[in-house]
């Protein structure tokens, strides 16, 4: 499954951006930020108990089932008593959650979490990003497997002269991208792929913002 991975703010950054507001209600993700022990509930209570200790009046908490997800306004609206004498909403959820939940109160939504990228769970506790979202995917001549996300130098014509007995001059305890995608490629019977020059990136491709409308309802459905 595809989840937000987050890693919490310094308590210094936390402290700083909650400068000149006293009164603070904090919420939790129940989802992705539970699962990198980042906003679940204990995560919660022991940021209360830090606000508190820094002399901050915490006027309640909740850990919304998934604050990316506009469901998390029938949770909120559970503690809205709460949230109207506060300041602020200290939030432990991604970047999408911050926003989907600064859109339904009033006061302002700090984040406590930096997101860090879109990653698939591949072990307990191991998440990896895959996909950078490019907007010009080139899976079907890598055998599946992303250069732009899983080489640090997001190369796309091969590797570079640093690459060592296949692993990666940057991590060495992983393998070079490149060495992946030539056995991916060799085991599929299309290594003339590797021949294949793509041309410099194009950036124009990404949307951002990314904002697309999908023709709904235009085919007959
Ligand atoms: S090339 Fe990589 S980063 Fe780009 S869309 Fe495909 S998987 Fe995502
Ligand atoms: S060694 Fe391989 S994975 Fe590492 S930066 Fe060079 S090409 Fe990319």
Same mark, same amino acid.
């Given at each position: 499954?595809?989840?937000?991975?987050?890693?919490?703010?310094?308590?210094?950054?936390?402290?700083?951006?909650?400068?000149?507001?006293?009164?603070?209600? =904090?919420?939790?993700?129940?989802?992705?930020?539970? /699962?990198?022990? !980042? *906003? $679940?509930?204990?995560? @919660?209570?022991?940021?209360?108990?830090?606000?508190?200790?820094?002399?901050?009046?915490?006027?309640?908490?909740?850990?919304?089932?998934?604050?990316?997800?506009?469901?998390?306004?029938?949770?909120?609206?559970?503690?809205?008593?709460?949230?109207?004498?506060?300041?602020?909403?200290?939030?432990?959820?991604?970047?999408?959650?911050?926003?989907?939940?600064?859109?339904?109160?009033?006061?302002?939504?700090?984040?406590?979490?930096?997101?860090?990228?879109?990653?698939?769970?591949?072990?307990?506790?191991?998440?990896?990003? =895959?996909?950078?979202?490019?907007?010009?995917?080139? /899976?079907?001549? !890598? *055998? $599946?497997?992303?250069? @732009?996300?899983?080489?640090?130098?997001?190369?796309?014509?091969?590797p570079?002269?640093?690459t060592?007995?296949g692993?990666?001059?940057?991590?060495?305890?992983?393998d070079c991208a490149w060495t992946v995608i030539y056995q991916?490629?060799?085991?599929?019977?299309?290594?003339?792929?590797?021949?294949?020059?793509?041309?410099?990136?194009?950036?124009?491709?990404?949307?951002?913002?990314?904002?697309?409308?999908?023709?709904?309802?235009?085919?007959?459905?």
């Amino acid at each position: 499954m595809i989840r937000s991975i987050t890693r919490q703010k310094s308590q210094e950054e936390i402290t700083a951006l909650l400068s000149q507001l006293d009164r603070i209600f =904090i919420v939790g993700c129940g989802t992705c930020a539970t /699962l990198c022990r !980042t *906003g $679940g509930a204990q995560e @919660v209570e022991e940021m209360a108990r830090r606000l508190r200790e820094a002399g901050r009046l915490v006027t309640g908490s909740i850990v919304v089932p998934v604050a990316c997800d506009e469901i998390s306004h029938e949770a909120m609206e559970q503690v809205s008593d709460q949230i109207s004498q506060s300041q602020a909403v200290l939030i432990l959820a991604c970047a999408f959650g911050v926003q989907t939940l600064g859109r339904q109160i009033q006061i302002p939504a700090i984040p406590a979490l930096d997101t860090l990228f879109i990653g698939k769970e591949r072990g307990v506790g191991l998440f990896e990003e =895959i996909c950078t979202q490019c907007g010009d995917c080139i /899976l079907g001549e !890598t *055998g $599946g497997i992303c250069p @732009v996300t899983s080489c640090h130098k997001g190369l796309v014509n091969g590797p570079c002269g640093g690459t060592r007995e296949g692993k990666c001059e940057i991590d060495p305890d992983k393998d070079c991208a490149w060495t992946v995608i030539y056995q991916r490629l060799k085991e599929q019977g299309r290594l003339d792929r590797m021949r294949k020059l793509h041309p410099p990136r194009n950036h124009q491709v990404s949307l951002s913002p990314g904002k697309i409308r999908i023709p709904v309802g235009e085919r007959g459905d």
